[in-house]
């Protein structure tokens, strides 16, 4: 048994290595990239305090739409309940016959307004930014979703089953002992790598195992399922939103209305998102409150008439059901973010040294092959 399993182990490394190694590395740059981008971008995303109210929501939707063109309607408007924080107003097209994300990508552009003074800081083309490249390439190596992410989501499921017959052939038969945990450094190169190759790996299997079962829900429905079935205790009580807006004249300044509902009803939100107004007759406009900074699942979604900004429907986390919870909990348990900034630095550098692992597994098979 041990080992069929040390063959599983050492050809499906082999075969995953490579688009491991860079899957754990684009992971790790990715955990800080809400923090590095407004760093980077600070001058756009940030202007001086001011007492002023803010201006009509719709005047600067429109403002922003003129200064991006008409080509491409912004489809998307982020408010921030920070004084000091510029809003945003994004223009997200994508071509649906496209293969890989640069043909995918139509336009991903994000114009950025100071909302007391109506005056535009500056705009970004997030299609080619570092951030966003490195996300894509995570999520999907760079191809549309439908064709990227199943790739993406064998190759960690092969990781996996990398991880556990790893730790199945390390496992001694007397029981765990401090001597199993050791870096012999005057052994020279090869026992070193060795050691780090299962140290490392044993030490860092428990996270490495939830980032895997995390990512696999993102690939692979069947995994959303499973997980939201285990954590709901084999009740499955979820039914689709069948909301839908009634066809009316549309009410004018409506954007501002459905906003003035969310502020007032969370007025501490960190930031409050709108979809635009679809020209599907029944589509509603969504509403997406994040209440805190540092995670998403801590949020409201709310559906709104399109036409009259009527509230439809309200999705909250802490109404929701432990299945559900889970998996609105999945991004930040990913990224870590769930632990602060202590959990995203936990997350840095167990994506590092997983990325390591690939490479001095292939470093242990060229010295039994030389």
């Known amino acids: 048994m041990k080992k069929i399993l040390f063959s599983a182990h050492k050809y499906v490394g082999l075969v995953t290595g490579i688009l491991m190694f860079f899957t754990s590395i684009s ?22 305090v001011y007492n002023e109210p803010t201006k009509s929501l719709d005047q600067l939707l429109e403002k922003a739409q003129k200064h991006i063109g008409g080509d491409l309607p912004i489809n998307s408007i982020t408010t921030y309940s920070d004084l000091s924080r510029t809003w945003e107003f994004k223009s997200y097209h994508t071509n649906p016959n496209a293969i890989h994300y640069f043909d995918w990508i139509k336009q991903n552009k994000v114009v950025y307004i100071n909302p007391h003074t109506g005056d535009i800081s500056g705009t970004i083309n997030l299609k080619y930014e570092f951030f966003q490249l490195i996300k894509m390439f995570h999520w999907s190596y760079l191809l549309k979703t439908e064709y990227g992410q199943p790739i993406v989501g064998i190759v960690t499921l092969l990781f996996l089953i990398c991880l556990l017959t790893g730790v199945w052939i390390w496992w001694p038969k007397n029981g765990i002992k401090r001597k199993h945990f050791r870096f012999r450094t005057k052994k020279g190169f090869k026992i070193i790598n060795r050691d780090v190759h299962l140290t490392l790996g044993i030490l860092t299997f428990p996270f490495a195992f939830i980032i ?14 499973l997980i939201y079935l ?21 009410t004018k300044n409506i954007y501002q209305k459905i906003y003035n509902q969310c ?16 020209q599907k007759k029944e589509a509603t406009i969504n509403a997406f409150v994040k209440l805190t900074k540092p995670v998403y699942y801590k949020s409201v979604r709310i559906k709104f008439d399109q036409y009259t900004g009527q509230q439809l429907e309200v999705d909250s986390f802490d109404e929701s059901s432990n299945g559900e919870k889970a998996i609105k909990m999945n991004y930040d348990i990913h990224t870590g973010a769930i632990g602060g900034i202590i959990g995203k630095i936990i997350m840095f550098i167990i994506s590092m040294i997983l990325s390591a692992l690939p490479i001095s597994g292939y470093i242990i098979w060229l010295n039994r092959h030389k």
């Open 230 to 250: 285990i954590f709901n205790l084999g009740v499955n009580n979820y039914t689709a939103s069948t909301t839908k807006s009634k066809d009316a004249f549309p």
């Open 263 to 278: 502020h007032q009803k969370y007025p501490d939100a960190y930031s409050i998102s709108l979809s635009k107004r679809s």
């Open 212 to 225: 895997c079962i995390t990512g696999l829900i993102w690939a692979y429905r069947w995994m959303m399922v």
């Open 27 to 48: 992971g790790a740059l990715y955990v800080f990239h809400d923090e590095l981008f407004q760093l980077i971008h600070r001058n756009t995303l940030y202007t001086q």
